[in-house]
C-alpha cells in the first residue's frame, strides 16, 4: 500500500523554528518529485514546496522562500520540510504528497502547525 | 499566491447533476493540460478524483469527470450520492507561482 505519514508538528513561538518529516512506504521513493502542501484552519489548500528525485530542484511559494527549507534522504525513504522564522500565518494543517501526473497522490493524513506566543 | 476561482458553494439532489467551475488564466488552466480536482470530507485529507484535465485514478467513481474550454476547467458529478458532499479544490500547474488551487467548492447534497 502507498503511505505517507508527516509527523513533526506542534507548537512554536512566532520566530521560531520546526522540522516536519514524511516517511514515504509502498513505492520507490527514488522515483517522485514530492510535495509540501498546507491548509490554514477553515482555509483552503496551499501548495507549498517540492523537491525533484535526485533532490538538485526544488521549488517554493513566494512567502516562504528563504525561510523554509525541502530536503530528502532516499537511503530512508523520507523527505523533509525545515521552517524557519515562523510567521503566525504558516499556523496550518501541513501534508506531505507524492507528485503524480502535475497533481498529487496519495496524501498523508497531515501535521498540525500552530504559531502562536 | 494567485488563487483560481471556485464557486463558493453547489447543491444538488441525489440522482442529479453538477458542474463546478473552475477560472484561470493563460499562465495556468489556460496555458497547460495540467489541471487536477480533489476531494476532501471534513476532517480528512484531500484525494485526487481527476488530473491532467479529464483522467480518473485508479479506484475514481467514473461518475466524476473533468473537462476545460479556455481559461475555465470543470469537475462534473453525475448521479450525485450523499457521500459526495465535501470540499472541492481545482489545481493547475502555473508558470508564475509553479502550483495554485482554487479557493474551493462546498459541495451539499440535498
Known amino acids: 500500500e502507498v503511505q505517507l505519514v508527516e509527523s513533526g508538528g506542534g507548537l512554536v513561538q512566532p520566530g521560531g523554528s520546526l522540522r516536519l518529516s514524511c516517511a514515504a512506504s509502498g513505492f520507490t521513493f527514488s522515483n517522485h518529485w514530492m510535495s509540501w502542501v498546507r491548509q490554514a484552519p477553515g482555509k483552503g489548500l496551499e501548495w507549498v514546496a517540492d523537491?525533484?528525485?535526485?533532490?538538485?530542484?526544488?521549488n517554493y511559494m513566494d512567502s516562504v522562500k528563504g525561510r523554509f527549507t525541502i530536503s530528502r534522504d532516499n537511503a530512508k525513504n523520507s523527505f523533509y520540510l525545515q521552517m524557519d522564522s515562523l510567521r503566525a500565518e504558516d499556523t496550518a494543517i501541513y501534508y506531505c504528497?507524492?507528485?503524480?501526473?502535475?497533481?498529487?497522490?496519495?496524501w498523508g493524513q497531515g501535521t498540525r502547525v500552530t504559531v502562536s506566543s | 499566491q494567485s488563487a483560481l476561482t471556485q464557486p463558493a458553494s453547489v447543491s444538488g439532489s441525489p440522482g442529479q447533476s453538477i458542474t463546478i467551475s473552475c477560472s484561470g488564466t493563460?499562465?495556468?488552466?489556460?496555458?497547460?493540460?495540467?489541471v487536477s480536482w480533489y476531494q476532501q470530507h471534513p476532517g480528512k485529507a484531500p484525494k485526487l478524483m481527476i488530473s491532467e484535465v479529464s483522467n480518473r485514478p485508479s479506484g475514481v467513481s467514473n461518475r466524476f469527470s473533468g473537462s476545460k474550454s479556455g481559461n475555465t476547467a470543470s469537475l462534473t458529478i453525475s448521479g450525485l450520492q450523499a457521500e459526495d458532499e465535501a470540499d472541492y479544490y481545482c489545481?493547475?500547474?502555473?508558470?508564475?507561482?509553479?502550483?495554485?488551487f482554487g479557493t474551493g467548492t462546498k459541495v451539499t447534497v440535498l
Open positions: 489545481s493547475s500547474y502555473s508558470s508564475s507561482v509553479t502550483y495554485a
Open positions: 523537491i525533484k528525485q535526485d533532490g538538485s530542484m526544488k
Open positions: 493563460d499562465s495556468d488552466v489556460g496555458g497547460y493540460n495540467y
Open positions: 504528497a507524492r507528485n503524480f501526473l502535475w497533481g498529487w497522490l496519495p
